[in-house]
């Protein structure tokens, strides 16, 4: 398989199609990028792309469509529902197949600096990218939104890791951040009790004593009169999807209860589902250059 | 992904690799398919290449090698201690990533009228391509080998599915058939007890009344002091590695033995492990174009 990297870059646009067009269009027209989604939300009047692919060409891509945002969103007259502090608001950067977190970081920082440098932009790094704890957190670097920026940008602590420290009134403040690929994972239990959905999910969260890259509640399935334990695994390599499915089994287990199923929505690192081949069939030194697909692309 | 077949055709020349190297560069040259490997054995006189890639440019890179083989490989002149009846000796096709087997059986017929047609050379389709059961086992085809041809060819019920029903004496003759992948599964057991591995291997191969898609035998592992289920999955689409690892668990329980590991050797379609993913997490409606690695290419 080749190199690829996810990038997820969101948009303070929700409303004018033609705009959202024209940001997209940079993604699609970009060779060894692959564009898999957007969509638009009028209330919130944001826009959410999803595009994978070689990594330098996902830099490449997100840095010309966050050029486009700047000349086409105007920040003075944005209004909406979701937090926000710039045309191009946020861009996270995953590693997805044969790149590491820390090629993902050095990524992230080669797009925050082009877009600070040639954009003229305030950028922050956050997640993975972080310099310091207190950037870590996107709630934190967005806090005040776009109108608090220019007062905060004078702040000594939150002078911006690219670009200048004097707001671009047009185009706001970007983030920019390397963070692990988001699984989100249920397993269904055969009973109606939701009491036993949520003591498990106390059981198996970071939040409350279980695993630490994953976040769990419980709740009802009322059309199928079952319960289900809904999680999103934020680190799969580092809390593996069978550990967390052995877990959830021998817990519901305690109870009389029975795993039914499970479900994996939306999309999946192929890495997270070979891991758990991997664990079931005791496979010994198994290496995923086995698997013929990935020669394909290599 | 994009659709992907392997092809793994097999050449009567071992020694002289200048002539492989002629036939190998019609492989490397083609756009959309990828070498994987090639190997030649001297005893044998014969070499075997590994690639894969998009079905209609793995048929063309088949075709081209197929020719450059018959230009240059002269059937008069060859001895080794393979059986063997052509230049181009077998061409094997194998569906790999979202192609059908019945389509992997036309890519088959397209390329075997090619040769016969083209290259003036009696092709016989053979395993799934086969148009009889007298022609499913590529050994029934070739028996007589090379030498015997010219006689066979002129019995009715060895007419050949394409090409002219007159030896190409140059050339010989050349199987072509679609098969399924075939992986290579070992179960290892926390015994030195081989009886046991034998014992096993009996229960779960389709030989000897276990499962149709398994061919297996129960051996030593020396150096390690273990004994191994040494198994060829031969279609992991109806026989799942998962059913045979589980029974292999139970049957070993039975004789008080624990699994203390399982290897794949060489090379696995990644479907053969995401169903095995998906049946120990008991995944409801999983598709695998959720798998974001296939996105990329399809």
């Not at 638009?40 to 997100?62: C, L, Q, W, Y």
């Not at 600096?113 to 040639?118: F, Q, T, V, W």
């Not at 009973?191 to 409350?208: C, F, G, L, P």
């Amino acid at each position: 398989m080749a190199r690829i990297i996810q990038c997820v870059p969101n948009f303070s646009e929700g409303k004018d199609k033609e705009i959202i067009e024209k940001i997209v269009e940079e993604i699609r027209r970009m060779d060894e990028v692959k564009l898999l989604d957007y969509s638009m939300d009028k209330d919130h009047n944001r826009s959410v792309v999803t595009f994978i692919g070689e990594p330098e060409k996902v830099i490449e891509a997100a840095f010309n469509a966050s050029k486009v945002a700047s000349e086409l969103i105007d920040m003075r007259t944005h209004t909406g529902g979701h937090p926000r502090m710039g045309a191009t608001d946020v861009i996270p950067l995953i590693p997805i197949s044969d790149v590491t977190m820390e090629e993902c970081v050095k990524y992230s920082k080669e797009l925050g600096r082009r877009i600070g440098e040639e954009l003229g932009i305030s950028v922050f790094l956050y997640e993975k990218s972080a310099e310091t704890p207190a950037r870590e957190n996107l709630a934190d670097i967005r806090r005040g939104q776009y109108e608090g920026m220019a007062d905060k940008l004078k702040q000594e602590e939150w002078q911006p890791d690219f670009g200048p420290n004097i707001l671009n009134e047009k185009a706001g403040v970007t983030a920019v951040g390397a963070r692990m690929p988001l699984v989100a994972f249920n397993v269904n239990l055969g009973t109606d009790d939701v009491e036993i959905a949520k003591k498990i999910a106390k059981s198996v969260r970071a939040r409350t004593g279980g695993f630490t890259y994953c976040k769990a509640i419980g709740l009802e399935i009322k059309e199928r009169n079952i319960v289900q334990v809904s999680m999103n695994m934020v680190d799969y390599t580092q809390t593996s999807l069978f550990r967390v499915f052995d877990t959830i089994e021998r817990e519901a287990n305690r109870y009389g209860v029975n795993v039914i199923g499970s479900e994996i929505i939306g999309l999946v690192p192929m890495q997270a589902l070979v891991d758990v081949a991997d664990y079931y069939l005791k496979l010994e030194n198994f290496n995923s250059s086995q698997i013929l697909e990935k020669r394909m692309f290599e």
